[in-house]
């Protein structure tokens, strides 16, 4: 008898985990390349659009509840020292301002590796108290009112700071997270280095760089004796509520968490935070309904952020550009605290070569903690190793694309197993072909011979990123009495549209038209478990399961259905949400089904199944970029940028291409704006904002063409789909910057590309 839990392995954002995961009661024929399906897989309008476009969806922000009090932060103006005074007498005086809560409300807390509310300041931002009145403008004069006397103490806000012979203690335990250097290696990569006929070393830097949601961070929360509900603004509902339970020790069926729609995350909502635990304490201190929402300052200085990075790159190859040594020592400037994001795991995974070795430094400093943005540590590696590659080009006298192509991987080497399916090999042709890499490059050249001001350059890189999902994960598929579908599972939409592709999900698998099925999510107490939505899994890892809860419905339906039209259930069919009877002319809809059985429900549940042992499951991409520099401003604009990918099955076109240009505009702002600036002397954040904090606005926008490869992966689950979110951010900003490289003929190792940096190139400087 088969094991019904077994071990699997989850990859989520470069960390793999082992699982102990039931088994699905059905394992469905997976849908390969050549499945007959006839809605997953078309271009159809998001099922939330008119709520959206109508002012009616409800984010965080609209919750409105009896009563509700409105909570806002009192935050430390210095980087490092310890309160000696916190006097909040005058705030509690202003009328309309209803209590306070300080660290010695919340002691069994912590926030970013330290207590909510701690007296100790570890950066300059950080929430020392929160301060509730009838309405946010009551709460943030009452949070200017309170007197803070801190001690300061020095600050380290530097890599060179937190690293130099006298720097200050960061964290008690010392400024690095581990000690000493995580290391990683095969064969013998300084050996081959000795022995390789080309070697190219370049430093490259990237900057630490922020999410900048439209919806910023916020939660309301609302007891009922001692139940508690929280509407969040997260990617886990789950974890959410895991969080708070275990803050303020309730058992979790206490606890509903509940997310209607989002403006914005990119792995920076993940968990509770601040302003969770100061909106339930300050509910439960004070009998009233309570929210807080985070400000654009706090939202930008508190929240999370990519870590910056510098990474020392060498790499070894023969003359025919066949890599033979691969290494990196990278530095990465942690924050007060975070998650260790490995820059280096990209360098032993994108090229073949027998011989690699990475090191990682992690460095902690006086500055908020890094977390979670999108494809967190491959996308700052990628830019240190496909900067170097062109660097290894220009050196070889080898056309970029070619020189990948000739490294080219076809196994997972870092752990020695095969790829469920891979076509990178594609997204080179592809996009290449649709970009016209080879005449753009000659017409760049010829372009740049006449040219006095305007150079155009083009460029190209390449992407890899863990993206098979996996367990656990379940759905419930509802046929309700008048023929409609619920779908019903614990995910999120984060505005990738969710909704959308599970409701196409059910509908092919089940047999029902699309405008008969409902998708119900973002409920802790609605509906079952399913994990954060993170490093690219919501699809492959709940897709699955509304599968086999839609194939299980359809089996009872079905079987209804031979009773009433006196028939066997392998003569019938189910489409169009109409059962028939094969070779005859009865046939009846599920509607009149439903009236049949009266206030008997059709319910089937799924659940996700373990992913293929020994297998890596990753998305592919290509990314070709031409930009036009100004050499007598150092302005830089991206022209055109053609991505191909490869995902597997794509469920819904419109909605995963608009997945590729989100993030290929993330990736601009990486490369050409983005940048957190901290002031060295005071560790004060100097662009805290929208405004003095570049992104993209819609006159930076490229030409995009951004598109699949057509492929499934039967392999990687029975929906052939793998991730698509993180992937398109990746190759975007080497991709720019090796075009600028092209256009100047001289290369500039940090980004972003801002004007000064691009004169200094041009100086020497």
């Given at each position: 008898m088969s094991?019904?839990f077994?071990?699997?392995?989850?990859e989520?954002?470069?960390?793999?985990?082992?699982?102990?995961?039931?088994?699905?009661d059905l394992?469905?024929?997976?849908?390969?390349?050549?499945a007959?399906?006839?809605?997953v897989?078309?271009?159809?309008?998001r099922?939330?659009?008119?709520?959206?476009v109508?002012?009616?969806?409800?984010?965080?922000?609209?919750?409105?509840?009896?009563?509700m009090?409105?909570?806002?932060?009192?935050?430390a103006?210095?980087a490092?020292?310890k309160?000696?005074?916190?006097?909040?007498?005058?705030?509690?005086?202003?009328?309309?301002?209803?209590?306070?809560?300080?660290?010695?409300?919340?002691q069994?807390?912590?926030?970013?590796?330290?207590p909510?509310?701690?007296?100790?300041?570890?950066w300059?931002?950080?929430?020392?108290?929160?301060?509730?009145?009838?309405?946010?403008?009551?709460?943030?004069?009452?949070?200017?009112?309170?007197?803070?006397?801190?001690?300061?103490?020095?600050?380290a806000?530097t890599?060179?700071d937190?690293?130099g012979p006298?720097?200050?203690?960061?964290?008690?335990?010392?400024?690095?997270?581990?000690?000493?250097?995580?290391?990683?290696?095969r064969?013998?990569a300084?050996a081959?280095r000795?022995?390789?006929?080309?070697?190219v070393?370049?430093?490259?830097?990237?900057?630490?760089?922020?999410?900048?949601?439209?919806?910023?961070?916020g939660?309301a929360?609302?007891?009922?004796?001692?139940a508690?509900?929280?509407?969040?603004?997260?990617?886990?509902i789950?974890?959410?509520?895991?969080?708070?339970?275990?803050a303020?020790?309730?058992?979790?069926?206490?606890?509903?968490?509940?997310?209607?729609?989002?403006?914005?995350?990119?792995?920076?909502?993940?968990y509770?935070a601040?302003?969770t635990?100061a909106?339930?304490?300050?509910a439960?201190?004070?009998g009233?309904?309570?929210?807080?929402?985070?400000?654009?300052?706090?939202e930008?200085?508190d929240?999370?952020?990519r870590?910056?990075?510098?990474c020392?790159?060498?790499?070894?190859a023969r003359?025919?550009g066949t890599?033979v040594?691969?290494?990196c020592?990278?530095t990465i400037?942690?924050?007060y605290?975070?998650?260790?994001?490995?820059?280096a795991?990209?360098?032993h995974?994108?090229?073949e070569c027998?011989?690699v070795h990475t090191s990682?430094?992690f460095?902690?400093?006086?500055a908020?903690?890094?977390d979670?943005?999108?494809?967190?540590?491959?996308?700052?590696g990628a830019?240190?190793?496909?900067c170097?590659?062109?660097a290894?080009?220009?050196?070889?006298?080898?056309d970029?694309?070619?020189?990948?192509?000739r490294n080219?991987?076809?196994?997972?080497?870092?752990?020695?197993?095969?790829?469920?399916a891979?076509?990178?090999?594609?997204?080179y042709?592809e996009g290449a072909?649709r970009?016209?890499?080879?005449?753009?490059?000659?017409?760049?050249?010829?372009?740049?011979?006449h040219?006095?001001?305007?150079?155009?350059?083009?460029g190209?890189?390449?992407?890899i990123?863990?993206a098979?999902?996996?367990?656990?994960?379940?759905?419930?598929?509802?046929?309700?009495?008048d023929g409609?579908?619920?779908?019903l599972?614990g995910?999120q939409?984060l505005g990738?549209g969710?909704?959308?592709?599970?409701?196409?999900?059910?509908?092919?698998?089940l047999?029902a038209r699309?405008t008969?099925?409902?998708?119900?999510l973002?409920?802790?107490e609605?509906?079952p478990?399913a994990g954060?939505s993170?490093g690219?899994?919501t699809?492959?890892?709940?897709?699955p399961a509304?599968?086999?809860?839609a194939?299980?419905?359809?089996?009872?339906?079905?079987e209804?259905?031979?009773?009433?039209?006196e028939?066997?259930?392998?003569q019938?069919?189910l489409?169009?949400?109409?059962?028939r009877?094969?070779?005859?002319?009865?046939s009846?809809?599920?509607?009149?089904?439903?009236?049949?059985?009266?206030?008997?429900?059709?319910i089937?549940e799924?659940?996700?199944g373990?992913?293929?042992?020994?297998?890596?499951?990753?998305a592919?991409a290509?990314?070709f970029?031409e930009?036009?520099?100004?050499?007598e401003?150092?302005?830089?604009?991206?022209?055109?940028?053609?991505?191909?990918?490869?995902?597997g099955?794509?469920?819904?076109?419109?909605?995963?291409?608009?997945?590729?240009?989100?993030?290929i505009?993330q990736?601009?702002?990486y490369?050409?704006?983005?940048?957190?600036?901290?002031?060295v002397a005071?560790?004060?954040?100097?662009?805290?904002n929208?405004?003095?904090y570049?992104?993209?606005?819609?006159?930076?926008?490229?030409?995009?063409?951004?598109?699949?490869?057509?492929?499934?992966?039967?392999?990687a689950n029975?929906?052939?789909?793998r991730g698509?979110a993180?992937?398109?951010?990746?190759?975007t900003a080497p991709?720019?910057a090796n075009a600028v490289?092209?256009?100047?003929?001289?290369?500039i190792a940090?980004?972003?590309?801002?004007?000064?940096?691009v004169?200094?190139a041009?100086?020497?400087?």
């Amino acid at each position: 008898m088969s094991r019904r839990f077994v071990a699997t392995k989850v990859e989520v954002e470069g960390r793999e985990e082992i699982k102990i995961v039931e088994r699905p009661d059905l394992e469905p024929a997976p849908w390969d390349e050549h499945a007959a399906l006839s809605v997953v897989g078309q271009r159809v309008p998001r099922v939330d659009a008119p709520e959206k476009v109508t002012g009616q969806a409800r984010y965080t922000a609209d919750v409105q509840r009896p009563a509700m009090l409105h909570a806002e932060f009192v935050r430390a103006r210095v980087a490092s020292g310890k309160v000696t005074r916190l006097d909040c007498s005058r705030a509690l005086a202003l009328p309309g301002v209803r209590g306070v809560i300080t660290a010695e409300d919340v002691q069994t807390i912590s926030h970013q590796g330290a207590p909510l509310f701690d007296t100790t300041i570890h950066w300059a931002g950080q929430p020392i108290a929160a301060l509730c009145a009838d309405t946010p403008d009551i709460a943030r004069h009452a949070c200017a009112l309170v007197e803070v006397d801190i001690e300061t103490s020095p600050h380290a806000v530097t890599i060179e700071d937190a690293l130099g012979p006298s720097a200050p203690a960061v964290r008690p335990s010392g400024n690095t997270p581990k000690g000493q250097p995580r290391i990683a290696s095969r064969g013998d990569a300084p050996a081959a280095r000795a022995a390789a006929d080309v070697v190219v070393t370049r430093e490259y830097r990237t900057p630490c760089v922020l999410h900048t949601a439209i919806e910023t961070h916020g939660a309301a929360a609302e007891w009922t004796g001692d139940a508690l509900t929280v509407w969040e603004s997260t990617q886990g509902i789950f974890q959410v509520r895991k969080d708070v339970a275990r803050a303020f020790k309730l058992p979790l069926n206490r606890v509903r968490v509940v997310k209607d729609y989002m403006g914005g995350g990119f792995g920076a909502k993940n968990y509770a935070a601040a302003h969770t635990y100061a909106a339930v304490a300050l509910a439960r201190k004070l009998g009233r309904p309570v929210r807080c929402l985070v400000d654009r300052e706090g939202e930008q200085t508190d929240t999370g952020n990519r870590p910056a990075t510098r990474c020392h790159v060498t790499l070894g190859a023969r003359r025919d550009g066949t890599l033979v040594s691969i290494e990196c020592d990278a530095t990465i400037a942690y924050g007060y605290s975070g998650w260790l994001a490995s820059p280096a795991k990209i360098f032993h995974e994108l090229y073949e070569c027998p011989n690699v070795h990475t090191s990682e430094t992690f460095v902690f400093l006086n500055a908020g903690a890094m977390d979670s943005f999108r494809a967190p540590g491959h996308t700052e590696g990628a830019f240190a190793l496909e900067c170097a590659m062109d660097a290894l080009a220009r050196e070889l006298g080898i056309d970029p694309l070619d020189l990948r192509r000739r490294n080219y991987a076809p196994a997972d080497q870092e752990k020695r197993r095969p790829y469920s399916a891979k076509h990178l090999d594609r997204c080179y042709a592809e996009g290449a072909e649709r970009f016209g890499w080879t005449q753009r490059r000659v017409d760049a050249a010829e372009s740049r011979e006449h040219a006095r001001r305007l150079r155009r350059g083009v460029g190209m890189a390449s992407q890899i990123w863990p993206a098979g999902g996996g367990p656990p994960a379940y759905a419930t598929v509802r046929i309700n009495p008048d023929g409609t579908v619920d779908v019903l599972t614990g995910t999120q939409d984060l505005g990738t549209g969710s909704r959308t592709v599970f409701a196409q999900i059910a509908a092919e698998s089940l047999g029902a038209r699309l405008t008969d099925v409902r998708t119900v999510l973002g409920d802790t107490e609605r509906t079952p478990y399913a994990g954060n939505s993170w490093g690219s899994m919501t699809t492959a890892s709940v897709g699955p399961a509304v599968r086999v809860a839609a194939l299980q419905a359809r089996a009872r339906v079905l079987e209804a259905a031979a009773e009433l039209l006196e028939s066997d259930v392998a003569q019938l069919e189910l489409s169009e949400s109409s059962v028939r009877v094969r070779d005859g002319d009865r046939s009846m809809t599920l509607a009149q089904i439903g009236r049949k059985l009266g206030d008997v429900m059709i319910i089937g549940e799924g659940s996700r199944g373990a992913n293929p042992q020994d297998t890596a499951i990753s998305a592919f991409a290509a990314q070709f970029a031409e930009v036009e520099v100004d050499v007598e401003t150092g302005i830089v604009r991206v022209l055109h940028v053609t991505s191909a990918h490869d995902s597997g099955r794509i469920i819904n076109p419109t909605l995963a291409e608009s997945q590729l240009v989100g993030g290929i505009i993330q990736g601009l702002g990486y490369a050409v704006f983005e940048e957190r600036v901290l002031d060295v002397a005071t560790g004060r954040h100097l662009n805290p904002n929208t405004h003095d904090y570049k992104i993209p606005t819609i006159a930076d926008i490229p030409v995009i063409d951004a598109f699949f490869v057509q492929s499934a992966d039967p392999v990687a689950n029975h929906t052939g789909a793998r991730g698509v979110a993180e992937a398109p951010i990746i190759p975007t900003a080497p991709a720019i910057a090796n075009a600028v490289a092209d256009a100047l003929g001289v290369e500039i190792a940090e980004i972003p590309l801002t004007p000064w940096r691009v004169l200094d190139a041009l100086t020497g400087r």
